[in-house]
């Protein structure tokens, strides 16, 4: 039967389709597993949502991967795991991984000089996720948090080295370049695809915390741990689902993901209800 | 009974805060008439959603401001005016006025060269619905759509005049500039607030159509026709509702309506959906 478990996908859902950057990463630091990507795109974004609502869509999202047979899920949303993680952790029985505890772990860890910017959407920064996080871990730390609200559009429109995208960065980025941090969460999962420009303005010196690799990381340890690597020995598959299928939806889809999708299924919202 | 129905408030709704451009201007043309407002700001976007969830919630929406005893609603967002005016129009007694058709009635009657921009979010202009409206009145127009999507976040955000917001405007202009367009429809309830910057980068020999001045003109009109003009000779109320409360909220809006908002309530969604 372990051997039957093993071979099982790994799940990823996002509440649309900025958790294609984590599934990126996941491939690439378990390149023969399986994953099967939920996007919540009828119902984006979570972030201004209630809580109760989030709870919600996300135990839907969670049990739409558990009835794919999944053997863990990555929640590669903000709003959900920083809000809903215990509820899905409470309703099923596999490893769920969050991003904001692996990223907050892998800043605490990375700074020097002690001094951590976090840049997010308005709700997550609002919501003070990471830094309460990074203060678990060590309360010594500083944590400065930024939102950066037009990241989002700005990386869906594809304007990764476009003169505005910088102009933008400089104006979200100064002050916590004047606070000296020396360490960046990305705290959303659509601005690694804003890496290259955020990297320029905020400093070569200022180490980037990305984190879908910390929370494909994270994955990996655990498959460790409850030894439910895949025996096989060639690259993985990966199944796309959607609740909507919005126009330049591949397009935008496989600059997130960095290749071509072959195909994406859109699923009924009334099923997921059930 | 004739004079009590003239007391009555007019009524405007959108999915989210946009429409507040439009209250502005229904009261600089009607100051004397009450307003009541309604944004779906717990389920914004509308436009990435299907038509029936469209029209659902644009009949829920419509149906909270009947409540309100309303004499006539104006369907401040260009995705319910496209999809679900008739809907509306078939459930509800009273005079619907959406923001497309007064739009696109203004532009062909300005326009001089026969050659119309349309700029508007991703979901507006893939619907094509101004450019149909417009051949409607007139099928030798020519019409060019454009889409935006930068402009709804950079008007939330306020940079009505940052040099990043001129040069996204320059980008998403220059093809309707060259196309030598004479009158350009602002198709987004958010754009009037970037006006001045749009103005500048597309010359100011092409004539801007701002759908709000547009559709509270045929309210006016609409009140006229019915004789339902309020009676009162003072400055009318205004009453503020939403289905969510997000951060910046307040700052934003006022923004939009160009005064301060002295309270705002918030309806829970669930009585909506009665």
């Not at 949303?77 to 920083?82: H, K, P, R």
């Not at 700074?111 to 990074?134: D, P």
């Amino acid at each position: 039967m372990n051997f039957m478990e093993k071979e099982k996908p790994i799940g990823v859902f996002d509440s649309g389709i900025g958790g294609l950057t984590v599934v990126k990463r996941v491939a690439s630091t378990l390149p023969k597993e399986n994953i099967i990507y939920f996007g919540d795109t009828a119902r984006v974004p979570y972030g201004s949502k209630s809580n109760s609502t989030v709870i919600e869509y996300g135990l839907q999202d969670a049990r739409f991967l558990i009835n794919k047979n999944v053997k863990a899920i990555v929640v590669a949303c903000n709003t959900v795991s920083s809000v809903a993680l215990k509820e899905i952790r409470n309703n099923f029985n596999v490893p769920v991984i969050g991003v904001i505890e692996p990223g907050a772990k892998k800043a605490a860890r990375e700074t020097k000089n002690g001094r951590i910017g976090v840049i997010g959407t308005r709700a997550t920064v609002s919501n003070r996720a990471y830094s309460s996080e990074i203060k678990k871990i060590n309360s010594g730390l500083e944590v400065f948090e930024k939102e950066c609200p037009l990241f989002v559009p700005l990386a869906e429109e594809g304007w990764i080295s476009h003169k505005a995208t910088f102009e933008i960065a400089e104006e979200y980025l100064k002050e916590l370049r004047e606070l000296k941090i020396d360490t960046l969460v990305l705290g959303c999962t659509h601005y690694p695809i804003l890496a290259d420009v955020i990297q320029q303005v905020i400093g070569s010196d200022v180490k980037l915390i990305d984190s879908g690799v910390a929370s494909a990381e994270v994955v990996y340890n655990e498959l460790d741990r409850i030894g439910l690597h895949t025996n096989k020995n060639s690259l993985g598959s990966q199944e796309f689902y959607v609740s909507d299928i919005p126009t330049k939806f591949k397009e935008v889809a496989e600059l997130f993901l960095g290749r071509e999708i072959q195909s994406v299924q859109k699923v009924d919202l009334e099923l997921l209800s059930v």
